[in-house]
């Protein structure tokens, strides 16, 4: 089945540094990826689509200059957490969908990134 | 604002039993309802609800989708122990084709 790589699975980093977490579909080709933030005992939370090609787009109160998002490829999409604080300290996954699939494709998520800021 | 529920929120069941999970949504432009098994780390895919009253099913578990009360069901029989997980729906909206999750069913099943 289709497979979507995440990487770091875990990173631990110092107040105020920059985050970079790398998306990948490794067997299809993906123009759409969506990007989700969860907290202990929550559900997933959608942060923003990334759009191969253009820029992404945020749901509301995630701030974009915070949450750097470049879809530069059909296969790969990055999420940077900026001038990262404690509070971004949380489990962020992000998912793809077959483009040859069309809309009705079901979705495949990565394995995630546990963040912990210090 | 879209809005998926699920119903109970958690669960303690033992080995063998049957469970129902619930969920109810309300998704603008309503396209089809997911549902996700979540261990560990990220969710695995299970079915994909597009027409109401027809049962899909895999194994142990299925599910079926009621349009008319913007709800569906998962089953799941003959539980067992690496059954226990979160279990998400989520609810496609038509224009954006983005999902919309529940909080999630926590189910425990003990030996």
């Known amino acids: 089945g289709a497979v979507v790589s995440q990487h770091p699975s875990r990173v631990i980093c110092k107040s105020g540094t920059s985050v970079k977490i790398e998306c990948r579909s490794l067997d299809f080709q993906a123009t759409t990826m969506f990007w989700y933030r969860q907290f202990p005992k929550q559900s997933l939370m959608l942060m923003a689509t990334s759009n191969e090609g253009s820029k992404a787009t945020y749901e509301q109160g995630v701030e974009k200059d915070k949450f750097l998002i470049n879809h530069a490829s059909l296969t790969l999409s990055t999420l940077t957490v900026t001038s990262a604080h404690p509070e971004d300290s949380s489990f962020y996954i992000c998912?793809?969908?077959?483009?040859?699939?069309?809309?009705?494709?079901?979705?495949?998520f990565g394995n995630g990134t546990r963040l912990t800021v210090t | 604002e879209d809005k998926v529920v699920q119903s109970p929120l958690s669960l303690v069941v033992h080995e063998g039993d049957t469970v129902t999970l619930n969920c109810s949504y309300e998704v603008t432009n309503f396209r089809s309802l997911l549902w996700y098994k979540q261990e560990k780390k990220a969710p695995t895919f299970l079915f994909m609800l597009t027409s109401s009253g027809i049962e899909k099913k895999s194994g142990r578990l299925s599910s079926i989708l009621d349009k008319k009360e913007l709800s569906s069901i998962l089953n799941i029989t003959a539980t067992q122990t690496g059954d226990s997980a979160i279990y998400l729906c989520a609810g496609i909206t038509g224009t954006a084709s983005k999902l919309t999750f529940g909080t999630g069913t926590r189910l425990q099943v003990t030996l």
């Open positions: 998912s793809a969908r077959d483009s040859t699939g069309g809309r009705d494709s079901p979705l495949h």
